[in-house]
């Protein structure tokens, strides 16, 4: 006598039972696994919001497409950089300073997702020089992500030093950046930053920085 679970089905006339087999086991299972999801994916969306909810993947796909593809742009990186110490933002602001100058373009006029290269040589809009650079700081140890934000329809990078209560914003479309406290959102309007700079290729990151 079969188990309940194995049970696919009783016929009513000869009381006939037919067993689950493994392809009915292997759609239980997928069912079950694609429901969990959903729920899973729904409590994010209450809980982030919708936009936050898309911001996240969205951020999320670029990070790895960025880390996954870094390796290629590693040279431009260790060419583009010469100090030795162990401060992650001084490095940071050092490579955004020193890199060749990526042209902004409209994003109407650039794929969703660019080539590396392409977007170095040829331009691109926020999102894609934001994965440029997450590919680059992150090819040479740099913790970078991109933050991107669809009400403001616009993405930056964050850099994360995990012995500091604050995080580093760049944005290469203004050449820009800011330090931020970790509990404070810089997307809110009203978020007060610590500092912000403006990156000047002719100045010596030393004498710009002052980021504690």
Sequence with gaps: ????????????????????????????????????????????????????????????FLYQYAVTNAEELRSIAINHTTYEGSDTYYLAVELAKNIPHIRYVPASRVQPISDLNATLHEGGDCKNMAVVFVALANSIGIDAEVDSNLNERHSVVRVRDYERDTYLVIDLTQDWFGVYPKEVDHWDPNAEPISTYYINKDTDPHEIIRLD
Excluded at 37 to 60: E, K, N, Q, R
Aim: hydrophobic share 45%; glycine share 10%.
């Design 1 to 60: 006598m079969p188990r309940l679970g194995e049970i696919k089905h009783i016929c009513p006339n000869c009381n006939h039972i037919e067993k689950k087999t493994t392809g009915d086991f292997i759609v239980s299972i997928t069912v079950t696994f694609i429901f969990v999801l959903g729920l899973v994916t729904f409590g994010v969306v209450i809980i982030v919001g919708p936009v936050g909810y898309m911001s996240f993947v969205s951020d999320a």
